[in-house]
């Protein structure tokens, strides 16, 4: 199970795989609710949708959860009649004002060459970075959760840690994500657009999508970098400024997120999909820009 970001503060998604093709639920209640760690009988349910898990087999399951309040903390678990996955809980903050959030990149279980030993160094990276921001609001990723898109041990690794049970994640996609459908069956991403214009391959066999969400007074565009031939490039630039258009007005400040670094250190700066000759799109020395300005947006991007 993962938390995930929703289309606005009072949203979030929760993904997850499992083992049975039956009627699933995320189970609601406000923390202060419970008793002796049971759900009062008035918990609220939020229907999931579970599909055929196309990597390992199984199933995999996501359901949003609407109608939160301001600073409450709530409990909620997966399942149906008498089963049930543990019980989770988070907190939201107040829907207006400045908010933390935490930008990171390239986890990238299991590119040591030690799955379990990546798996401890994440794990203690989110601990110390939530330790030294508790009330971070958002986990902004930069790509590259695994190393090998469709190999699960690596993904329970990257999953393991409860703080991605207790602060949602907002999911973006890397070169290492792209190569499977592993990426889109463990995020259910909110707003999400998978024309097959981003995705790089297939979008049958491959993982993509473009996507945006608004927290607080931020319009969040995270794109698929990976899918930048035969006019995808121009496609992105299509949907985030129709994003903008439709959806700036409501935000103070626009960014947009996606892994593929603008300036790539060391022998990235090499790599072909580097496009060294064609001029910077965002240029504001800020990494965020008033709206309505799409063409000076700035990014947020991760090395590889």
């Known amino acids: ?11 979030r ?21 419970l008793i002796d760690g049971q759900f009062p009988k008035n918990a609220v349910t939020f229907p999931a949708t579970v599909a055929a898990n196309s990597v390992n087999g199984g199933f995999n399951g996501h359901a949003t959860i609407d109608g939160l309040k301001k600073d409450t903390a709530y409990s909620y678990r997966v399942g149906a009649g008498d089963s049930w996955s543990p019980t989770y809980s988070f907190k939201t903050q107040d829907f207006k004002g400045d908010f933390d959030f935490l930008f990171f990149g ?60 207790q602060y949602p994640w907002a999911a973006t996609i890397g070169n290492h994500d792209v190569g499977g459908k592993a990426y889109e069956q463990h995020f259910w ?44 490039d121009e496609a992105h630039l299509g949907y985030i400024t129709d994003v903008i258009n439709q959806q700036g007005g409501k935000a103070k400040y626009t960014v947009l997120v996606y892994h593929h670094s603008i300036y790539s250190p060391a022998s990235h700066a090499n790599d072909t999909d580097n496009k060294p000759a064609s001029p910077p799109r965002c240029r504001s020395p800020s990494p965020f820009r008033k709206t309505p300005r799409p063409a000076t947006t700035w990014a947020a991007s991760s090395p590889r």
Not at 122 to 134: E, I, N
Not at 135 to 156: F, H, K, R, Y
């Open 13 to 33: 998604v929760v993904s997850w795989y499992s083992s049975t093709d039956t009627a699933q639920v995320v189970q609601v209640a406000p923390t202060d609710k």
């Open 1 to 11: 199970m993962i938390l995930g970001v929703g289309a606005k503060e009072s949203q």
């Open 106 to 165: 390239d986890p990238q279980i299991g590119s040591s060459g030690n799955v379990a030993k990546d798996g401890e160094g994440w794990k203690d990276t989110l601990d110390v970075a939530l330790t030294a921001t508790p009330n971070a609001e958002l986990l902004v990723s930069g790509g590259d959760q695994v190393e090998t898109a469709n190999t699960e041990p690596q993904w329970d690794a990257f999953l393991a840690p409860d703080k991605l049970r």
């Open 189 to 232: 991403t909110p707003n999400t657009d998978r024309s097959a214009s981003y995705y790089k391959g297939s979008p049958d066999t491959q993982s993509g999508g473009d996507y945006w969400y608004i927290y607080k007074d931020v319009l969040f565009i995270d794109i698929n970098s990976n899918a930048y031939a035969n006019g995808a």
